[in-house]
């Protein structure tokens, strides 16, 4: 990676993801100069910790942008729609983890794992996909490379952190109320005006209804896999389901490949490419699950086999850590791809 160091701004700097955003960037050592973490009015004056500094927190303004080399958004999307675009007037890229501009056709949507050459387009403004998004395309990428892809049927099992600490607290404390035969105060889950509990409970509903009866959060999948491989003739459908585990995305996913295959050649295929591990022995219940995959960036695929109904079938569990390759780490990859290839835009 180049010597040169660059101004990053972290936009959110106190959320579920930003937090992540900032200990990834000391983990993996990325080239900061110097960090400008960013919240609302509110938070500005508090400190976090940064290769052992405190650093204060500032209100994100317009003017706060001046000198930012690098921006991650993680604020939500109406922040990201106001913000992002003063940024990227002031001479920064943006890394934007909202929904904001992930459709937008003039705006990439990258895994770098998948498809990092679209980076090479961009007018100073990135997406990041949707985190249970990520994870399936980051497994489905050797196999669409190598058969093809027809068709994707997939359900997901999110964890409540995907919704932001104060799912992560309700459902901490729904867990005490029910425990200690308490009434569980719900709030958080699902999105809108009336909430279920999600201790003890999964809930069938990520995002608000469509007209066309799915979710945002599915047509988010559907859209966003098409896009990140640049093909609209895969079928995609999506159901996505909030369950009661604190870190890491699941996914049942079954995909018709557009030739025959070998189950061992398939599993040779994901062990080998970059990001994915191979969990998949289940006569020694050797499988991925979510308590194993917390703090790794890795996505984690076992459950393979092939379908007894359809010859080019094949059916995966993927799991990965939503906080980390779900949001945080494919922001910092993506950062870090700019900054190898000599995209990184300077004011």
Known sequence: MSKQTYTVAVVGATGAVGTQMIAFLEKRDFPVGELRPLASKRSAGQTITFR???????????????????????????????????????GAVVIDN???????????????????HALQKHNGLIANPNCSTI???????????????????????????????EAIEELQQQSKSVLSGE??????????????????????????????????????MVNETKKIFADDRIGVTATCVRVPVFRGHSESVYVELQQDFDLTEVRELLANADGIVVQDNLSEKEYPMPLQSA????????????????????????????????????????????????LVRRG
């Open 52 to 90: 052992g500094q405190e650093i204060a927190i500032q209100e994100a303004t317009p003017e706060a942008f001046e000198g930012v080399d690098i921006a991650l958004f993680s604020a939500g999307g109406g922040i990201s729609e106001r913000l992002a675009p003063e940024a990227v007037k002031r």
């Open 183 to 220: 009434v569980m105060e719900c709030n958080a889950l699902p999105q809108g005006s009336l909430h279920y509990p999600i201790a003890f409970n999964v809930i069938p509903q990520i995002d608000v209804g469509l007209d066309n009866g799915f979710t945002n959060e599915e047509m988010k």
């Open 98 to 116: 909202t929904s904001a501009f992930r459709m937008a056709s003039d705006v990439p949507l990258v895994v770098p794992e998948v498809n990092r």
């Open 295 to 342: 703090e790794d960036t890795r996505t984690f695929v076992g459950r393979i086999r092939r379908d007894l109904t359809h010859e080019r079938g094949l059916n995966m569990w993927i799991v990965s850590d939503n906080l980390l390759k779900g949001a945080a780490t494919n922001a910092i990859q993506i950062a870090e791809a700019l900054v190898e290839d000599g």
């Open 135 to 165: 994870q399936m395309v980051v497994a489905l990428k050797p196999l669409y490379d190598r058969y093809g892809m027809d068709r994707v049927i997939v359900s997901t099992y999110q964890s409540v952190s995907g919704a932001g600490w």
